[in-house]
């Protein structure tokens, strides 16, 4: 019975052979005019009418958050992160391709060691902000992190005494905001230095 099988399929396969081969080259062709047959007759039976191309906004053109939204990829590839990213990222995409760095990504001053009179100065949009300490100089002891809040801007390091101090440079105070109508508000424990020197706080 396989052997029946196997003459069959043979008898068809030698029917069908062309006397002449093709080379590669033809049938790369003949496959590529296939391909192009398809996309021509997929875009003629797209019944949605052609969206004006959305323009890449630079940087320094940004004023609105539709500004940020991307123009997409081209249909069937892949698209890169500037063409896909949107909000945050895209702002930070298009200020690193004008040289700006949107989010301060410096390292922190590590060329000498805050005092609670010259503390190093930590950039923050947010209500709270975490800092590692290294130490001074630098690498001297495995990272501490330290936490600055706007009602605490001052962090100690307790490992080298390193003090680091948060500057607060977002929005204002949203006058909408139910922060201090909350009676069930989070307390912050009492430290040793509310006893001993509350300066320190």
């Not at 196997?6 to 790369?28: E, F, H, K, Y």
């Not at 192009?36 to 797209?46: C, I, L, Q, V």
């Not at 906004?57 to 940004?62: I, L, Q, R, S």
């Amino acid at each position: 019975m396989f052997l029946q099988r196997s003459a069959i399929a043979l008898s068809r396969r030698s029917v069908g052979t062309p006397v002449v081969q093709r080379t590669v080259v033809q049938r790369q062709r003949s496959i590529l005019s296939w391909f192009r047959r398809d996309e021509k007759s997929a875009k003629a039976a797209d019944p949605t009418p052609e969206k004006p191309v959305k323009r890449m906004v630079p940087f320094h053109e940004v004023r609105t958050e539709e500004d940020l939204l991307p123009p997409g990829a081209e249909p069937g590839t892949i698209p890169t992160d500037l063409e896909q990213a949107t909000g945050l990222e895209r702002l930070e995409i298009l200020g690193k391709m004008e040289g700006v760095d949107v989010f301060d990504m410096r390292p922190l001053d590590a060329s000498r060691m805050g005092t609670l009179d010259n503390p190093i100065m930590v950039n923050s949009f947010g209500d709270e902000q975490y800092a590692g300490c290294t130490g001074f100089p630098a690498d001297s002891h495995w990272v501490v992190w330290l936490v600055m809040s706007r009602e605490r801007p001052v962090g100690r390091c307790p490992q080298c005494g390193n003090v680091l101090k948060m500057n607060y440079v977002g929005p204002p105070d949203d006058p909408h905001a139910h922060d201090e109508h909350d009676e069930h508000k989070w307390v912050e424990p009492k430290t040793f230095a509310d006893y001993v020197r509350p300066e320190y706080r």
